[in-house]
């Protein structure tokens, strides 16, 4: 069973900058596919960028892309989401996720490809 632990989240204004991580446990972390996730109030959950097993490819929602920055360090089973010039609809709950690599079939996994979740961080970006 792989554990996830997202941690730094916070409060930031409007065109601040926050850095997430994801702290994995329980598997060989370098043989997962890692994604990030949001849930705005309101909203369903959303996908938001995610990244292959070596780090080679990523992905990114429209929504995030060039603002946002998806990497990570298998030497310390970790994965980050750097996010910069945030704005107020960014304010949503993170999640990331782990995806089985021999289980994908194509990148960005599937929704349903997706077997481990953490259990969140909160991100909140005021006006």
């Known amino acids: 069973q792989v554990q996830l632990v997202e941690s730094g989240g916070g409060l930031v204004q409007a065109g601040g900058s926050l850095r997430l991580s994801c702290a994995a446990s329980?598997?060989?972390?370098?043989?997962?596919?890692m994604g990030w996730f949001r849930q705005a109030p309101g909203k369903e959950r959303e996908f938001v960028t995610a990244?292959?097993?070596?780090?080679?490819?990523?992905y990114y929602a429209d929504s995030v892309k060039g603002r946002f920055t998806i990497s990570r360090d298998n030497a310390k089973n970790t994965v980050y989401l750097q996010m910069n010039s945030l704005k107020p609809e960014d304010t949503a709950v993170y999640y990331c996720?782990?995806?089985?690599?021999?289980?994908?079939?194509?990148?960005?996994?599937?929704?349903?490809?997706?077997?481990?979740w953490g259990q969140g961080t909160q991100v909140t970006v005021s006006s």
């Open positions: 996720a782990a995806a089985r690599g021999a289980r994908v079939t194509g990148f960005p996994p599937l929704r349903n490809e997706y077997d481990y």
């Open positions: 329980g598997r060989t972390f370098s043989m997962y596919a």
């Open positions: 990244i292959t097993w070596g780090g080679g490819r990523t």
